[in-house]
């Protein structure tokens, strides 16, 4: 169990289907186990990236109508997410972008003020890890009694996506926004149309679509190229990360 200190923490406490699984998956991200134990209850604890993180056995839960989730704050977040990737290809012999388990792309998310990454273990726990960053103001909600800022329609549209499939999951109605928007799309806002590209075929990979994902791709690979190398880093790395799965 977790040392005692002077300080206040909270313990994400989840459910698992198997001890077993859940250590050897939780093991491949760099997890250390802190505690474990068979009766009088079936009980794991681990250390993740200086984080408490522990589950207990609930053989009668069903991964995919699994809603437990937990928020991990952690600093060094694009080391952490390489080290996680490295570690499920380790283990699966592949980086598993889709179905259970899985891990979600990196990204920033100004309206939320993370940059953050989504994994889902085998038991169909939502582990989501941040990093604070600058907050932006929404170009789609009003929060906080402020109404969304201006923002061009392929801007609110990977906004929308993005919050539709990389924070609730919702790949199908993130689709129908994304394609919405790639219908007629404003050719000179070319930063953000590739942006919606990327995320789309994103979302064509988890929906298992493989045909419209190779249509995005393209386009993504296409416009890329009119972009220099500065401009465009962290899409290069989106883009070589969705290939590569």
Same mark, same amino acid.
């Not at 459910?15 to 760099?30: D, H, M, Q, R, V």
């Not at 906004?159 to 609730?168: K, N």
């Given at each position: 169990?977790? +040392?005692?200190?002077?300080?206040?923490? /909270?313990?994400?406490?989840?459910?698992?289907? =198997?001890?077993?699984?859940?250590?050897?998956?939780?093991?491949? &991200? #760099?997890?250390?186990?802190?505690?474990?134990?068979?009766?009088?209850?079936?009980?794991?604890?681990?250390?993740?990236?200086? %984080?408490?993180?522990?589950?207990?056995?609930?053989?009668?839960?069903?991964?995919?109508?699994?809603?437990?989730?937990?928020?991990?704050?952690?600093?060094?977040?694009?080391?952490?997410?390489?080290?996680?990737?490295?570690?499920?290809?380790?283990?699966?012999?592949?980086?598993?972008?889709? #179905?259970?388990?899985?891990?979600?792309?990196?990204?920033?998310?100004?309206?939320?003020?993370?940059?953050?990454?989504?994994?889902?273990?085998? =038991? #169909?726990?939502?582990?989501?890890? #941040?990093?604070?960053?600058?907050?932006?103001?929404?170009?789609?909600?009003?929060?906080?009694?402020?109404?969304?800022?201006?923002?061009?329609? %392929?801007?609110?549209?990977?906004?929308?996506?993005?919050?539709?499939?990389?924070?609730?999951?919702?790949?199908?109605?993130?689709?129908?926004?994304?394609?919405?928007?790639? /219908?007629?799309?404003?050719?000179?806002?070319?930063?953000?149309?590739?942006?919606?590209?990327?995320?789309?075929?994103?979302?064509?990979?988890?929906?298992?679509?493989?045909?419209?994902?190779? +249509?995005?791709?393209?386009?993504?690979?296409?416009?890329?190229?009119?972009?220099?190398?500065?401009?465009?880093?962290?899409?290069?790395? &989106?883009?070589?990360?969705?290939?590569?799965?």
């Amino acid at each position: 169990m977790p +040392e005692t200190n002077d300080r206040s923490y /909270a313990i994400p406490l989840l459910p698992c289907t =198997s001890i077993n699984e859940t250590e050897k998956f939780y093991k491949a &991200l #760099g997890a250390v186990v802190t505690y474990k134990q068979k009766i009088p209850n079936n009980y794991i604890a681990f250390r993740l990236n200086d %984080l408490e993180v522990h589950f207990f056995a609930l053989k009668q839960l069903a991964p995919a109508g699994n809603y437990s989730t937990c928020y991990l704050m952690v600093t060094e977040i694009d080391r952490f997410y390489e080290t996680c990737r490295a570690g499920l290809k380790t283990l699966y012999n592949k980086v598993p972008l889709k #179905g259970t388990p899985r891990i979600n792309p990196l990204k920033d998310m100004p309206a939320y003020g993370v940059r953050q990454f989504i994994i889902v273990d085998p =038991s #169909g726990n939502y582990i989501r890890i #941040g990093q604070p960053i600058q907050k932006k103001d929404s170009l789609v909600f009003a929060e906080n009694n402020t109404a969304p800022v201006i923002g061009t329609p %392929l801007a609110k549209a990977y906004e929308l996506g993005s919050r539709l499939a990389d924070s609730h999951g919702d790949f199908e109605t993130a689709a129908r926004a994304l394609d919405k928007a790639l /219908a007629a799309p404003d050719v000179n806002d070319k930063f953000n149309l590739l942006k919606v590209l990327i995320l789309r075929a994103d979302v064509a990979l988890r929906l298992q679509d493989g045909d419209r994902f190779s +249509e995005l791709i393209n386009a993504a690979e296409e416009l890329i190229m009119t972009f220099s190398d500065s401009e465009v880093l962290e899409e290069r790395r &989106l883009l070589a990360e969705l290939k590569a799965g």
